[in-house]
């Protein structure tokens, strides 16, 4: 069984940085694409970031340039660098594992993320 | 980027009802769409993934269903636990996109 353990979120004033993880077990890390997903409060889902099991990134154009995914295929552990942080970035932010297709088969149980001065 | 359309935005059903929640794609997707499950506080649960795939563990009641730009989820007969919020999401074309959710809620 997939296990995904996020971490790393909190307060943070606009124009900050903060780096997200998502440590993981239970599948093959080094073979699966990854993405991270976020929630603003009371609102739905929105994609923000993905890398492929080749390691190839995407970014939603909300992030581009401000957001960095990798991997440490060493650890498990997957990670989001936020930099240039903005009020609208708050969210619950869930890091996700691709089944098929880039849909996500397994979750995190999400960290916060709060940009406010 | 593919807006997927979801309808209703709200379905009022009682238990033992069929739901079914529609997903519509701007363009083809063509199978690569999954659906989810959103309960407050929890983090979404995949139900059916390629269009029609239901993982392991997924009650049988749930079903997906359609390709191209038009899409269905119907629950056969509601459970109590089923009350929520459903969301769709494509993995055809980058950026990836979701619904924006149909709530589920008792009657």
């Known amino acids: 069984e997939a296990l995904l353990l996020d971490s790393g979120g909190g307060l943070v004033q606009p124009g900050g940085s903060l780096r997200l993880s998502c440590d993981t077990s239970?599948?093959?890390?080094?073979?699966?694409?990854m993405s991270w997903v976020r929630q603003a409060p009371g609102k739905g889902l929105e994609w923000v970031s993905g890398?492929?099991?080749?390691?190839?990134?995407h970014y939603a154009d909300s992030v581009k340039g401000r957001f960095t995914i990798s991997r440490d295929i060493s650890k498990n552990t997957l990670y989001l660098q936020m930099t240039s942080l903005r009020v609208e970035d708050t969210a619950i932010y869930y890091c996700?594992?691709?089944?098929?297709?880039?849909?996500?088969?397994?979750w995190g149980q999400g960290t916060l993320v709060t940009v406010s001065s | 980027e593919i807006v997927l359309t979801q309808s209703p935005a709200t379905l009022s059903l009682s238990p033992g009802e069929r739901a079914t929640l529609s997903c519509r794609a701007s363009?083809?997707?063509?199978?690569?769409l999954g659906w989810y499950q959103q309960k407050p506080g929890q983090a979404p649960r995949l139900l059916i993934y390629?269009?029609?795939t239901r993982p392991t563990g997924i009650p049988a009641r749930f079903s997906g269903s359609g390709s191209g730009t038009d899409f269905t989820l119907t629950i056969s007969s509601l459970e109590p636990e089923d009350f929520a919020v459903y969301y769709c999401?494509?993995?055809?074309?980058?950026?990836?996109?979701f619904g924006r959710g149909t709530k589920v809620e008792i009657k």
């Open positions: 390629d269009a029609s």
């Open positions: 890398i492929g099991g080749d390691g190839f990134t």
């Open positions: 363009q083809s997707v063509s199978s690569h």
């Open positions: 996700a594992k691709d089944i098929l297709w880039w849909t996500f088969d397994s």
């Open positions: 999401q494509q993995g055809s074309n980058w950026p990836l996109t």
């Open positions: 239970g599948f093959d890390f080094r073979n699966n694409a």
